[in-house]
């Protein structure tokens, strides 16, 4: 891979440059430390503090999920413990758009049919399997050709924008599978951006970044600065910020979404292997804000709901996140930032009552959705190594879990470079990458059939039984007229 990479002459005087302070470059930072302390490393971050988007989340809450088995482990080492989430109003309905309306029920039917077909493709599509096709359509074809209501439509066109950070339009349905199967599925990922189960465990996110600054506190971290050049040696990786100061090491670790790698240049040029497939029509990066709103007491309670409410134009998902505090995110475009929060208040007042629309206190952060239009990615480009959302094939991508995995793996991957003494089978091990159908049984037969139902096949079918019984009838009366006549 190496072989038309130049020889520089300088000499590096880093051993590991981490781009980017969120949750997975300070995990490569602490995997590091713990194998080495003698390391040189540095952390650079466009940002004014640490913690990447746990840092400008409004609410400082995040939720866990008792199978993400990494992110506990981890948490367990910071010794910052979650606790269970409580929530007495779940036995109450939620207020859905999708729940609403004369299509409600069969919208809802033929979604939960064609999410079932998803998830019982899902274990063809392990990342390490995984080859892009390109044959194979979009996922705006795939959701207009296989769902008829326009409420199922829209639900899974947001779902795709927020797995994969562009319209349903710019991914194809194998990159779309490969990414779902590398986050552990459909419904683990329904679960975080949509439902937010009461099995959920409840973390405090100021409290995980200050122990994890705690381990790293010799490690410098330079803030606001943007990286804007990489230029990849043989024996060594030079940065240039956007101030002009540069920057060596034997190793470089971007663990930033990979629509910030595409803002820097790099010399040589990324090979086509590592980049996405190009899109002619790509619209501009949607944001995602998240917000957070406390109140005296409950209102969506006292009017009958558990809180949980989704609209799906624009696309709004609220939930309690304790008591009498409501927490959720808006995903929108550059121009609708400063109406986010009149459009937040306007629209859980209008099903939740007035009352909500004066909030005793009201925060908000907003940052761009993590693109992900690639296939699974997580071989080093020789001393460049992908982490964060520009590496997907981890379980659970976009959240905590996701983003400690490909932490590890980058900081693995780092020490072959630096340090491949310190490598050990356990290590490997440690980022094995795990896959969630590996124990599953394959579908039967008659489930997957029942799972590709929707209104369009059925409509066809129905059709084409009642022109062949149509057609019987007309044939077997005219036999009868023939043997009368006869």
């Known amino acids: 891979m190496d072989q038309h990479l130049p020889f520089g002459t300088e000499q590096p005087e880093l051993d590991v440059v981490i781009v980017g302070a969120g949750l997975s470059g300070l995990t490569s930072a602490v995997k590091l430390l713990a194998k080495e302390t003698t390391l040189n490393i540095r952390i650079l971050d466009e940002n004014s503090h640490p913690g990447g988007q746990l840092g400008q989340t409004g609410s400082g809450f995040r939720y866990v999920d008792e199978g993400q088995h990494d992110m506990l482990a981890f948490m367990n080492d910071m010794?910052?413990?979650?606790?269970?989430?409580?929530?007495?109003?779940?036995?109450?309905?939620?207020?859905?758009?999708?729940?609403?309306?004369?299509?409600?029920?069969?919208?809802?039917?033929?979604?939960?049919?064609?999410?079932?077909?998803?998830?019982?493709?899902?274990?063809?599509?392990?990342?390490?399997?995984?080859?892009?096709?390109e044959r194979v359509p979009s996922m705006e074809r795939h959701i207009t050709s296989n769902l008829f209501f326009s409420k199922s439509r829209s639900f899974m066109r947001n779902f795709v924008e927020l797995v994969c950070g562009v319209h349903a339009s710019a991914v194809d349905y194998d990159t779309f599978m490969s990414v779902c199967s590398s986050c552990g599925g459909l419904a683990v990922l329904l679960d975080f951006y949509f439902k937010f189960p009461n099995t959920f465990l409840e973390l405090s996110t100021q409290k995980l970044i200050e122990s994890i600054l705690?381990?790293?506190?010799?490690?410098?971290?330079?803030?606001?600065?943007?990286?804007?050049?990489?230029?990849?040696?043989?024996?060594?990786?030079?940065?240039?910020?956007?101030?002009?100061?540069?920057?060596?090491?034997?190793?470089?670790?971007?663990?930033?979404?990979?629509?910030?790698?595409?803002?820097?240049?790099?010399?040589?040029?990324?090979?086509?292997?590592?980049?996405?497939?190009?899109?002619?029509?790509?619209?501009?990066?949607?944001?995602?804000?998240?917000?957070?709103?406390?109140?005296?007491?409950?209102?969506?309670?006292?009017?009958?709901?558990?809180?949980?409410?989704?609209?799906?134009?624009?696309?709004?998902?609220?939930?309690?996140?304790?008591?009498?505090?409501?927490?959720?995110y808006m995903v929108h475009s550059a121009q609708e930032s400063d109406s986010?929060?009149?459009?937040?208040?306007?629209?859980?007042?209008?099903?939740?009552?007035?009352?909500?629309?004066?909030?005793?206190?009201?925060?908000?952060?907003?940052?761009?959705?993590?693109?992900?239009?690639?296939?699974?990615?997580?071989?080093?480009?020789?001393?460049?190594?992908?982490?964060?959302?520009?590496?997907?094939?981890?379980?659970?991508?976009?959240?905590?879990?996701?983003?400690?995995?490909?932490?590890?793996?980058?900081?693995?991957?780092?020490?072959?470079?630096?340090?491949p003494q310190l490598v050990s089978w356990v290590d490997m091990l440690e980022v094995r990458e795990t896959n969630p159908y590996e124990r599953c049984r394959p579908p039967d037969r008659i489930s997957s059939l029942l799972s590709r139902l929707n209104l369009y096949n059925v409509t066809f079918y129905s059709f084409f039984i009642l022109g062949l019984l149509w057609l019987l009838k007309i044939g077997y009366c005219h036999a009868i007229r023939t043997h009368s006549s006869s």
Request: proline share 6%; with cysteine; charged share 20%.
């Open 79 to 133: 010794q910052v413990l979650p606790r269970n989430r409580r929530c007495a109003n779940a036995e109450l309905q939620r207020c859905w758009s999708l729940d609403r309306g004369p299509t409600a029920q069969p919208a809802k039917f033929e979604l939960c049919r064609y999410i079932q077909m998803l998830n019982l493709r899902m274990g063809r599509f392990r990342s390490k399997k995984f080859i892009l096709r």
């Open 214 to 328: 705690e381990k790293i506190q010799y490690i410098t971290i330079t803030q606001n600065v943007r990286v804007v050049r990489v230029q990849h040696f043989k024996d060594y990786v030079e940065l240039t910020d956007a101030q002009g100061k540069k920057y060596t090491a034997l190793a470089l670790i971007l663990a930033i979404p990979w629509n910030k790698v595409e803002q820097i240049q790099f010399e040589p040029p990324i090979p086509k292997d590592f980049c996405p497939p190009p899109k002619a029509k790509l619209k501009p990066g949607r944001l995602i804000t998240q917000f957070s709103l406390s109140y005296s007491k409950c209102h969506w309670a006292e009017a009958g709901y558990s809180g949980n409410f989704l609209s799906s134009k624009p696309l709004v998902c609220g939930h309690e996140c304790r008591q009498a505090t409501y927490c959720g």
């Open 340 to 419: 986010v929060r009149q459009t937040v208040l306007d629209l859980l007042s209008s099903h939740f009552g007035d009352e909500m629309r004066e909030p005793l206190k009201y925060q908000q952060s907003t940052t761009e959705l993590s693109m992900a239009r690639h296939k699974p990615q997580v071989t080093p480009w020789h001393r460049v190594i992908w982490s964060s959302s520009s590496a997907v094939a981890t379980n659970y991508r976009s959240l905590m879990g996701g983003a400690v995995q490909s932490g590890v793996r980058a900081a693995v991957s780092a020490l072959f470079v630096v340090r």
